[in-house]
């Protein structure tokens, strides 16, 4: 399969731990987007990066939110202190040009 | 601000029916706009892309075009493996952003 992997696909967690995620892009795409989805809504940006270039972040994305793509390859989310507003879908994008293409989305549940 | 509104919020059509979603946007110079298909519990599945008013694009059953403030994806003669939400998505140009900003979907439901 050469599409886009997240992993894991399920996060269980209690308020105020940490958590990350890891994305995995389709291997020739250079930019990499992540999204957060909740019931009933469209994706919401929260970054974007070129190789390894951090070059977009929403207003939305709290200081307990970091992600990291360290060698342009694969990228890293990672949430502190989680809160029950952080249980969401995370979706991980990868283009080449404009066409985003994503992942199955690592769905968090903070109880 | 960048805008995108869909509509109906949800849909019902038995095999068979032929129908059109809508969406509307309001973007600072349009890039592409973006039809994705998303099933419960998956991420979106890229359907088409559109850059410019007057195109048109089809795949299977789906049909999606473009005008200056709105685009539309018909769906012909659906079969119930068409039941999905579908987004849609715009791109704003000027090379100032690289996000998608998505509307709340259309949830298709299709009846044998």
């Known amino acids: 399969d050469t599409g886009v992997s997240q992993n894991p696909r399920h996060k269980i967690t209690k308020r105020g731990q940490n958590v990350t995620f890891r994305c995995d892009p389709i291997s020739e795409h250079n930019r990499l987007y992540w999204y957060r989805q909740t019931l009933g809504q469209g994706p919401e940006f929260l970054t974007y990066f070129q190789n390894e270039a951090q070059l977009e972040k929403s207003r939305l994305l709290s200081d307990r939110f970091s992600a990291e793509r360290p060698k342009g390859s694969f990228s890293t989310l990672e949430i502190q202190r989680t809160e029950q507003g952080d249980s969401a879908m995370y979706l991980c994008a990868s283009s080449l040009l404009y066409e985003q293409f994503f992942g199955p989305g690592t769905r968090l549940t903070v109880l | 601000e960048d805008q995108v509104t869909q509509s109906p919020e949800a849909l019902r059509l038995q095999e068979g029916e032929s129908s059109s979603l809508n969406c509307s946007y309001t973007?600072?110079?349009?890039?592409?706009l973006f039809w994705y298909r998303q099933d419960p519990g998956k991420g979106p599945e890229f359907l088409f892309t559109l850059y410019s008013a007057g195109e048109e694009k089809e795949k299977e059953r789906l049909k999606a075009t473009l005008t200056k403030k709105e685009s539309f994806l018909h769906i012909t003669a659906p079969k119930p493996e068409d039941s999905a939400t579908y987004l849609c998505?715009?791109?704003?140009?000027?090379?100032?952003?690289?996000?998608?900003?998505f509307g709340t979907g259309t949830l298709l439901a299709v009846q044998p």
């Open positions: 973007v600072s110079g349009l890039r592409g």
């Open positions: 998505a715009v791109q704003a140009g000027g090379g100032a952003t690289n996000k998608l900003i």
